[in-house]
């Protein structure tokens, strides 16, 4: 067993964090164990999880029901290659998903995390129109977007800091103006016109542009935009990595535009949190496009966990989960103390912009701006003292906890929130 000092020290002799700056981040803090919206630490402390442990965590650490299905899987079939194979998890998974996803969106793609399940819609989006034998090579995203880490997902995102070092290795994308105050759709015709035949896909996260901002958009804009790729020949990707299952209200972002995308991009909380799991939805006639007799018109991408049996059957289990009259209303009493707690914030002249959508709630403070602010870092210590795990995005402050959050708990996270922002100068 290692000992709490021995962890630490093989930590920071061998350990290299995901978004860290070993020159001056905190030691990373030790953990032992979850349960519900609690994070609990080798030092007996507890945290108030209310970021979803980067939006993952759907319904509550160690969720039993989840952490079941796992365990029973595993004792039955871990693994085994996807390709030439299948098995009942994942055709359980395909069912549900299809089932629960917006309507059209027949066949699922499985693969590892958010970035690759972006990186398969962009592959399906550019190979589908090269196999009906049309020249479109380009795609078109929004200002702000953020899509992933990896050199495609990246390519699509908006550049800043986390693109820079890798600028001149990304593939050219037409950019349309941030969607909130942006003059999106005027932009999105002139492309049109301009590039006509050209464009292969518009990729967007639907109403709620998250790393980039938690900035929110109307669902108006993503009906119009819809309709006009649908008449222009271009691939609708939604990337619902982080909007998915319940967090902006009904189950898809989606939803609340009554769109159904040609690619429907999932992960984050698919499998509850639990394991890694990336999805991509198609429609059928994006499927039919690649089935052939001809394998050159196969689609050459997969994983050598595509598919994993106990990742499945965790995803099945968490939608099973979601079902429940229970979630449903678990999201609005979520969403309504939100707003409360906004309401009196909002009071404050430090406070810019409060904003809500279903489980996710956000606002801007007005010291300094971007991903690197200072005051993220200090907010984050701040609540970290009062037993609250956040990572605001630089001046963007949110909350965005596991739906089995007790009200008390959401309640001791705006508290961290309200006593930085009266101290703020
Ligand atoms: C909208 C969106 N797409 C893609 C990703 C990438 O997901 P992952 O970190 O699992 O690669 C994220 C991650 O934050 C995201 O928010």
């Given at each position: 067993?290692t000992?709490?000092?021995s962890?630490?020290e093989?930590?920071?002799a061998?350990?290299?964090?995901?978004?860290?700056?070993?020159?001056l981040?905190?030691?990373?803090?030790?953990?032992?164990?979850?349960?519900g919206?609690?994070?609990?630490?080798?030092?007996?402390?507890?945290?108030?999880d209310?970021?979803?442990?980067?939006?993952?965590?759907?319904?509550?650490?160690?969720?039993?029901?989840?952490?079941?299905?796992?365990?029973?899987?595993?004792?039955?079939?871990?693994?085994?290659i996807?390709?030439g194979?299948?098995?009942?998890?994942?055709?359980e998974?395909?069912?549900?998903?299809?089932?629960?996803?917006?309507?059209?969106?027949?066949?699922?793609?499985?693969?590892?995390?958010?970035?690759?399940?972006?990186?398969v819609?962009l592959?399906?989006?550019?190979?589908?129109?090269?196999?009906?034998?049309?020249?479109?090579?380009?795609?078109?995203?929004?200002?702000?977007a953020?899509?992933?880490?990896?050199?495609?997902a990246?390519?699509?995102?908006?550049r800043?800091?986390?693109?820079a070092?890798?600028?001149?290795?990304?593939?050219?994308?037409?950019r349309?103006?941030?969607?909130?105050?942006?003059?999106?759709?005027?932009a999105?015709?002139?492309l049109?016109?301009?590039?006509?035949g050209?464009?292969?896909?518009l990729?967007?996260?639907?109403?709620?542009?998250?790393?980039?901002?938690?900035?929110?958009w109307?669902?108006?804009?993503?009906g119009?935009l819809?309709d006009?790729?649908?008449?222009?020949?271009?691939?609708?990707?939604?990337?619902?990595?982080?909007?998915?299952?319940g967090?902006?209200?009904?189950?898809w972002?989606?939803?609340?535009?009554?769109?159904?995308?040609?690619?429907?991009?999932?992960?984050?909380?698919?499998?509850?949190?639990?394991?890694p799991?990336?999805?991509t939805?198609?429609?059928?006639?994006?499927?039919?496009?690649?089935?052939?007799?001809?394998?050159?018109?196969?689609?050459?991408?997969g994983?050598?966990y595509t598919?994993?049996?106990?990742?499945?059957a965790?995803?099945?289990?968490s939608?099973?989960?979601?079902?429940?009259?229970?979630?449903?209303?678990?999201?609005?009493?979520?969403?309504?103390q939100?707003q409360?707690?906004?309401?009196?914030?909002?009071?404050?002249?430090?406070?810019r912009?409060?904003?809500?959508?279903g489980?996710?709630?956000?606002?801007?403070?007005?010291?300094?701006?971007?991903?690197?602010?200072?005051v993220?870092?200090?907010?984050?210590?701040?609540?970290?003292?009062?037993g609250v795990?956040?990572?605001?995005?630089?001046n963007v402050?949110?909350?965005?906890?596991?739906?089995?959050?007790?009200e008390?708990?959401?309640?001791?996270?705006?508290?961290?929130?309200?006593?930085?922002?009266e101290q703020?100068?």
């Amino acid at each position: 067993m290692t000992t709490t000092s021995s962890l630490r020290e093989l930590d920071r002799a061998h350990l290299w964090h995901p978004y860290t700056q070993h020159g001056l981040a905190p030691e990373a803090l030790p953990v032992v164990s979850g349960k519900g919206a609690l994070l609990e630490l080798e030092d007996g402390r507890t945290l108030v999880d209310a970021i979803s442990s980067w939006w993952v965590t759907l319904h509550g650490h160690a969720e039993p029901a989840i952490a079941r299905a796992i365990a029973e899987q595993a004792q039955r079939l871990e693994q085994v290659i996807f390709a030439g194979f299948t098995h009942a998890p994942a055709a359980e998974l395909a069912e549900g998903l299809v089932a629960a996803a917006p309507r059209g969106l027949t066949r699922l793609f499985l693969s590892d995390n958010g970035s690759t399940a972006v990186e398969v819609a962009l592959k399906m989006a550019l190979q589908f129109h090269q196999h009906r034998g049309e020249k479109r090579t380009v795609v078109a995203t929004l200002e702000g977007a953020y899509h992933g880490d990896t050199f495609g997902a990246m390519s699509v995102s908006g550049r800043g800091v986390f693109t820079a070092p890798f600028e001149p290795l990304l593939f050219e994308v037409a950019r349309l103006p941030e969607p909130v105050d942006g003059d999106v759709l005027g932009a999105f015709d002139r492309l049109l016109d301009a590039r006509k035949g050209e464009v292969a896909a518009l990729i967007v996260e639907p109403l709620l542009q998250a790393a980039g901002g938690m900035r929110m958009w109307r669902s108006e804009l993503l009906g119009a935009l819809s309709d006009r790729a649908r008449t222009a020949g271009v691939l609708l990707i939604a990337d619902e990595v982080a909007t998915g299952f319940g967090r902006t209200g009904p189950l898809w972002a989606c939803d609340h535009s009554a769109v159904t995308p040609d690619l429907l991009c999932l992960s984050k909380g698919i499998t509850g949190g639990f394991l890694p799991l990336g999805a991509t939805l198609a429609t059928e006639r994006i499927f039919e496009a690649f089935r052939s007799e001809d394998r050159l018109r196969t689609f050459f991408h997969g994983h050598s966990y595509t598919g994993n049996p106990l990742a499945c059957a965790a995803a099945v289990a968490s939608l099973e989960l979601l079902k429940a009259p229970a979630c449903m209303a678990a999201r609005d009493r979520i969403e309504a103390q939100h707003q409360r707690a906004l309401d009196r914030l909002s009071a404050s002249p430090h406070v810019r912009n409060p904003r809500v959508m279903g489980t996710v709630a956000a606002l801007d403070l007005d010291a300094g701006q971007g991903y690197l602010a200072r005051v993220g870092t200090e907010l984050a210590r701040h609540a970290r003292e009062r037993g609250v795990l956040l990572r605001p995005l630089g001046n963007v402050v949110y909350i965005m906890p596991p739906y089995g959050i007790t009200e008390a708990q959401l309640q001791q996270a705006w508290d961290a929130v309200g006593s930085f922002v009266e101290q703020l100068p």
